[in-house]
Structure formats: C-alpha cells, structure tokens
C-alpha cells in the first residue's frame, strides 16, 4: 500500500507533462519562417491584412479535380 501514492505522484506527474507538451506553438510571423514550417503564407491574412501563415491543407482534403473523358 506504500506504493499507492508514489503511483499517485507519477501519473499526476505524467498528465502534467503532457499537458504542457500539447500547448499550441504560435504560428510564424514573416514569409520565410512560415516556408521553413512548411505551411502557407496568406498575403492578405491576418488582423492587419499584411500577411499571415495558415496551417497548409493537406492533399486529401482538398476535393479532387473530376476527369476529363
């Protein structure tokens, strides 16, 4: 029964770490930095209109083109 609140302490432990690892990273703030995350720079996006990088969207979300016959 010693043993019940080390497990206690470690699994708390453990939600807290996760917790802090899964904290949104803001996104980057100029063209170049945006590139090397490799998402999309939108030139009139944000609050200001002067430039902002979006998340890219991946391929199999876009909808596909329809064949031409």
């Given at each position: 029964m010693k043993s019940l609140?080390?497990?206690t302490?470690?699994?708390?432990f453990a939600?807290?770490?996760v917790a802090v690892a899964q904290q949104a990273a803001p996104a980057p703030t100029n063209k170049a930095d945006c590139?090397?995350?490799?998402?999309k720079w939108d030139e009139k996006?944000?609050?200001?209109?002067k430039g902002a990088c979006v998340a890219a969207t991946p391929?199999?979300?876009q909808p596909a083109a329809p064949a031409k016959k």
């Open positions: 609140p080390i497990a302490l470690v699994a708390a939600i807290a770490s590139e090397k995350a490799k998402m996006g944000g609050k200001d209109a391929a199999a979300a």
